[in-house]
């Protein structure tokens, strides 16, 4: 079976238009070439974005619409590499709750036709001895999709609820606080589902069995340190039964496919508060639902919309952010959806991001990334490139830098190779006219704190903004001075790459970067970010034209961040050389950063995951853990010092 194909070509396509269609089947199907390089003399096709495989390829070449011109193709090579029938692939990282690992996938069939779709459950230990990790895992069920395969939709499990930062704010009401806490009371022992999104066009919302916060009463001698399932009740992984026969759940308005990660958020909605499920369809169309799920077995529309211009070029940025503003005084729970590609009759037109009303799905504010790249002393760095025609590559990084319960910035970035700093309202009189534009962090390019005859001092011109194709990573890491004053720094980590859908468009070697914002809440001033440390993927030693890209987000974790690369040229870890490694580097690194741990786990394409101790690794071969033998461990509490109100130790 064949899952993509590279379209090399010789023409005149630069003076006469021509379009390219590859048939993966004989000509019975024909599908156009969208996918090229820059100077159009590489294309591709990703067949698991149409939910099928390939067995025979062929090739036409067309006059493009309404050209009077004549089109000579000089040559034309096809390129692709088989994979083994029943080999199951994945875009997806996967979840962890108590002692479950729960992973999304999609299998090639033995002949050709649709994908198929599945979703399993994994035990990773038994609750009476979570000193001994199962050797191997044991399955606890597979749910499988027949008409649709799960590809970037990771799984989102809905559990009773938890105690998220905000509760304990320092800004948060007396009476909001109650309110969530009577709610969390009243959801204590609902029932566990796992949603996931498929190319059938539908939401999948599948029995998880009975999740439970607290310590399991069949296990004397354990105190469960991240709940347990009650009685083992792990679900059997089928779909729910619901009044109406709800699940599997299709939007209204007519979408392709759903091909984005459900995002779960408490929330309060006029007086009552509600778990929701945000969706939207990645690249199967522009549409973005709200269910209220807090009875997974009940559930209902709250409001859906398909008229904004969402991001639906490829997947991975396709997943809204749901959060906690101040505007004016009053709190506003809100959804955060970035844009998509510019179309064609607007090349220049800048990405933006769009705060939706949580509740009624009504547009809040559209922020515009139409800002120049400013220096520290404001002046325009005339080198950098512009936002124009640029596509956020993947979900806001929210931060709440004060711990006040209330979000106060975002951070995105873009293909163009900028990163953006938004600030977000919160405060008694703050609102969208009154708060700090936003910014460009990434201007400098120089660690100052590197002696200047340093290799490691700068990154030299022709590498300052390379593309970004996953979301970076914030983390807050405050600090007292001695006069008792708070330090602020929030600490920003991402990598580049060239493009994961298109081939031979790169210009390596790329780089991870590690930028420290240190401005208050709503400073807008370049001067207040500057680069901490970076670090060259030079190639390996045994290949010298081999080059690591960073494909997804990194994962940060008891003062540690993890990132994977990938030696393929685009995401499909499969079509490369497998070469890829999971780096572990100190936050707090310095000049010349060198990595604490190198992981040789082969190509990686989805954001590693530390959790209870252990390192799970997505690659094209399987799941990679690393950590040693416990589970169970106890949670180390972080004060102020992340965005989450709880961080796992780092792993063994």
């Given at each position: 079976?064949?899952?993509?194909?590279?379209?090399?070509?010789?023409d005149n396509g630069t003076l006469c238009p021509i379009v390219y269609s590859v048939s993966p089947d004989?000509?019975?199907?024909?599908?156009?070439?969208?996918?090229?390089?820059?100077?159009?003399?590489?294309?591709?096709?990703?067949?698991?974005?149409?939910?099928?495989?390939?067995?025979?390829?062929?090739?036409k070449a067309e006059k493009a619409d309404g050209s009077a011109c004549t089109p000579q193709v000089d040559s034309i090579t096809l390129k692709a590499k088989p994979k083994v029938a029943g080999a199951l692939l994945s875009r997806a990282t996967p979840v962890m709750v108590g002692n479950v690992l729960y992973a999304s996938s999609f299998a090639l069939p033995a002949v050709p036709g649709n994908l198929v779709g599945h979703v399993k459950a994994i035990k990773l230990y038994e609750p009476a001895t979570p000193s001994v990790a199962l050797s191997p895992s044991v399955q606890l069920w597979d749910r499988s999709i027949p008409s649709g395969s799960v590809d970037h939709s990771a799984p989102a499990v809905l559990i009773p609820p938890g105690t998220p930062a905000w509760v304990y704010g320092a800004d948060t009401s007396t009476?909001?606080?109650?309110?969530?806490?009577?709610?969390?009371?009243?959801?204590?022992?609902?029932?566990?589902?796992?949603?996931?999104?498929?190319?059938?066009?539908?939401?999948?919302?599948?029995?998880?069995?009975?999740?439970?916060?607290?310590?399991?009463?069949?296990?004397?001698?354990?105190?469960?340190?991240?709940?347990?399932?009650?009685?083992n009740d792990y679900g059997a992984g089928e779909e729910l039964t619901t009044t109406g026969s709800f699940w599997p759940y299709?939007?209204?308005?007519?979408?392709?496919?759903?091909?984005?990660?459900?995002?779960?958020?408490?929330?309060?909605?006029?007086?009552?508060?509600?778990?929701?499920?945000?969706?939207?369809?990645g690249d199967g169309g522009g549409t973005v639902f709200c269910l209220d799920v807090t009875n997974p077995v009940t559930p209902r529309l709250i409001w859906e919309k398909n008229d904004l211009p969402l991001a639906r070029r490829h997947s991975l940025q396709g997943a809204a952010k749901a959060g906690r503003l101040r505007i004016d005084g009053a709190t506003k729970w809100v959804a955060f959806l970035v844009s998509g590609a510019p179309p064609s009759s607007d090349p220049t037109r800048f990405p933006s991001i769009f705060v939706i009303d949580a509740g009624t799905g009504d547009l809040l504010q559209e922020i515009r990334l139409d800002v120049p790249v400013r220096g520290t002393d404001g002046s325009i760095v005339t080198e950098a490139p512009t936002g124009e025609g640029g596509l956020v590559t993947g979900q806001p990084a929210v931060?709440?830098?004060?711990?006040?319960?209330?979000?106060?910035?975002?951070?995105?970035?873009?293909?163009?190779?900028?990163?953006?700093?938004?600030?977000?309202?919160?405060?008694?009189?703050?609102?969208?006219?009154?708060?700090?534009?936003?910014?460009?962090?990434?201007?400098?390019?120089?660690?100052?704190?590197?002696?200047?005859?340093?290799?490691?001092?700068?990154?030299?011109?022709?590498?300052?903004?390379?593309?970004?194709?996953?979301a970076p990573v914030a983390v807050v890491d405050n600090a007292l001075t001695a006069a008792g004053t708070v330090d602020n720094r929030v600490r920003i980590y991402f990598g580049t790459a060239d493009?994961?859908?298109?081939?031979?468009?790169?210009?390596?070697?790329?780089?991870?970067?590690?930028?420290?914002?240190?401005?208050?809440?709503?400073?807008?001033?370049?001067?207040?970010?500057?680069?901490?440390?970076?670090?060259?993927?030079?190639?390996?030693?045994?290949?010298?034209?081999?080059?690591?890209?960073?494909?997804?987000?990194?994962?940060?974790?008891?003062?540690?961040?993890?990132?994977?690369?990938?030696?393929?040229?685009?995401?499909?870890a499969c079509d490369g050389e497998n070469?890829?490694?999971?780096?572990?580097?100190?936050?707090?690194?310095?000049?010349?950063?060198?990595?604490?741990?190198?992981?040789?786990?082969?190509?990686?394409?989805?954001?590693?995951?530390?959790?209870?101790?252990?390192?799970?690794?997505?690659?094209?071969?399987?799941?990679?853990?690393?950590?040693?033998?416990?589970?169970?461990?106890?949670?180390?509490r972080t004060g102020t010092r992340k965005t989450t109100p709880q961080a796992w130790r780092e792993i063994e």
């Open positions: 079976m064949l899952t993509s194909v590279t379209v090399d070509v010789a004989s000509g019975a199907t024909w599908i156009p070439v969208t996918d090229w390089n820059q100077n159009r003399s590489q294309g591709r096709i990703d067949f698991t974005e149409k939910n099928i495989v390939a067995s025979q390829l062929g090739w009476a909001e606080r109650a309110g969530f806490l009577a709610f969390q009371k009243a959801n204590e022992s609902r029932k566990t589902a796992v949603f996931v999104g498929a190319r059938d066009g539908k939401l999948h919302a599948l029995n998880g069995g009975n999740f439970r916060w607290g310590d399991n009463p069949a296990t004397a001698t354990i105190k469960e340190n991240h709940g347990y399932f009650l009685n299709t939007p209204p308005v007519g979408t392709g496919f759903l091909d984005a990660t459900p995002t779960l958020a408490d929330v309060q909605l006029g007086s009552a508060w509600k778990t929701i499920l945000l969706m939207t369809a931060v709440d830098s004060d711990g006040n319960g209330y979000l106060d910035r975002l951070y995105v970035a873009t293909d163009n190779g900028l990163v953006y700093k938004v600030n977000l309202p919160d405060g008694p009189l703050a609102n969208w006219s009154n708060i700090g534009e936003e910014i460009v962090i990434n201007w400098d390019f120089i660690d100052e704190e590197c002696p200047s005859n340093s290799n490691d001092r700068q990154v030299p011109d022709g590498r300052r903004w390379q593309p970004i194709y996953a493009s994961p859908y298109v081939v031979g468009d790169g210009h390596p070697p790329y780089h991870f970067f590690a930028y420290v914002d240190q401005g208050p809440k709503g400073s807008s001033s370049a001067g207040d970010v500057k680069l901490d440390w970076f670090y060259t993927l030079d190639p390996p030693p045994d290949g010298a034209s081999i080059h690591e890209r960073v494909f997804a987000s990194a994962e940060v974790s008891a003062g540690k961040v993890y990132f994977g690369t990938a030696t393929s040229d685009t995401e499909d070469k890829g490694r999971v780096y572990a580097f100190d936050l707090t690194s310095v000049c010349g950063a060198t990595p604490t741990t190198i992981i040789n786990s082969g190509d990686v394409v989805t954001a590693p995951m530390v959790q209870d101790k252990h390192l799970f690794i997505r690659t094209s071969t399987g799941m990679v853990v690393m950590g040693g033998g416990n589970y169970n461990n106890e949670v180390q």
